[in-house]
């Protein structure tokens, strides 16, 4: 062990270093950290073996303007497409690069690929975390409601990576969550039994939303799921966020999406565009999210 520290799930940060991470952010924000260039001279790796439009954009600006320079590449155009291991890939981007930045489909791929890795791996998405997202998601909220202990979060819809990984952020911050998913596909058993006891699964999305300061939504399809997306939006359909819905939550409820959103799926048109929705703020924040976590990882 060199003493580098990944960022694959949010457990890999305390409670204390989330509230670090999040000032720093909206310092970024701000422009107090005008100016600051920790990744001057430095090269950051960024292996994506799934599409992004956020992700990807706001890493490679987040590392540009951190004085660093992104380096993209996918696992079609590397030898990975051609069998090299990803044991053998890990320890030769260790030699060129001062990060990685890893978007895969299985959690084991970025795991395996962190453990050959002698530089930090930040976790980009894999099918069953988003730790990322719920940095931005849980800065997004604090400047909407001034604060994130005791907020009431209410997530409705597919119990996926975004879902595993915002009830490890609510458990750590000593927020509410409550998840209405249809049956089999709640989140997971794991992560829900690790994350305490203000955690709540339940059917009924209108008892979700019910004085809900937040109401949260991802896509019912997750990429890597498209084989099963018929079957899943039969069974999704009562788990819209909608005008009806949002009436159940408290009158200033901020409304998030990771984004991309399938307008009248998930979510309506009208509410993702209708004055509750935070979604830009959101997404924008993972900009400023990103430059805090890899300013404290990136040596
Ligand atoms: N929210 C998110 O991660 O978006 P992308 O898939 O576009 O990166
Ligand atoms: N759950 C979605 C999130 C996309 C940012 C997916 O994995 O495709």
Redesign the pocket.
């Known amino acids: 062990m060199n003493g580098k520290r990944d960022f694959l799930t949010i457990k890999d940060f305390t409670a204390y270093e989330i509230a670090v991470l999040l000032d720093r952010s909206a310092d970024f924000k701000n422009g107090r950290a005008a100016g600051h260039k920790p990744l001057q001279g430095k090269s950051i790796g960024m292996l994506f073996y799934?599409?992004?439009?956020?992700?990807?954009i706001s890493f490679e600006v987040g590392i540009y303007q951190l004085g660093g320079q992104p380096v993209y590449i996918t696992q079609n155009d590397s030898q990975l497409s051609r069998g090299e291991p990803i044991a053998d890939t890990a320890r030769v981007f260790s030699r060129y690069l001062s990060g990685i930045v890893i978007?895969a489909f299985e959690h084991k791929v970025a795991a395996d690929f962190a453990a050959y890795a002698s530089v930090p791996v930040i976790n980009?998405?894999t099918d069953t975390h988003?730790p990322?997202?719920i940095l931005a998601d849980l800065m997004t909220i604090k400047e909407k409601k001034g604060r994130l202990k005791g907020i009431k979060i209410a997530y409705i819809g597919d119990g996926n990576n975004v879902a595993n990984s915002l009830i490890e952020g609510a458990a750590q911050m000593d927020m509410e969550l409550t998840l209405a998913c249809p049956e089999g596909y709640e989140p997971s058993p794991l992560i829900l039994s690790g994350a305490g006891g203000r955690i709540t699964v339940l059917r009924d999305p209108k008892d979700a939303a019910a004085e809900a300061d937040v109401l949260y939504t991802d896509v019912w399809v997750s990429?890597g799921e498209e084989g099963s997306a018929a079957e899943k939006l039969s069974k999704f359909a009562a788990y819209q966020i909608n005008e009806q819905l949002l009436s159940y939550a408290k009158p200033d409820c901020t409304v998030l999406h990771?984004?991309?959103a399938h307008r009248e799926e998930e979510i309506t048109n009208e509410v993702i565009e209708g004055p509750h929705s935070a979604v830009f703020d959101q997404?924008e924040n993972?900009l400023h999210t990103q430059k805090a976590v890899m300013e404290m990882l990136v040596k």
Do not use: E, F, N, V
């Open positions: 799934k599409t992004s439009t956020r992700t990807r978007r980009g998405l988003h990322c997202q990429m990771c984004l991309p997404a993972r």
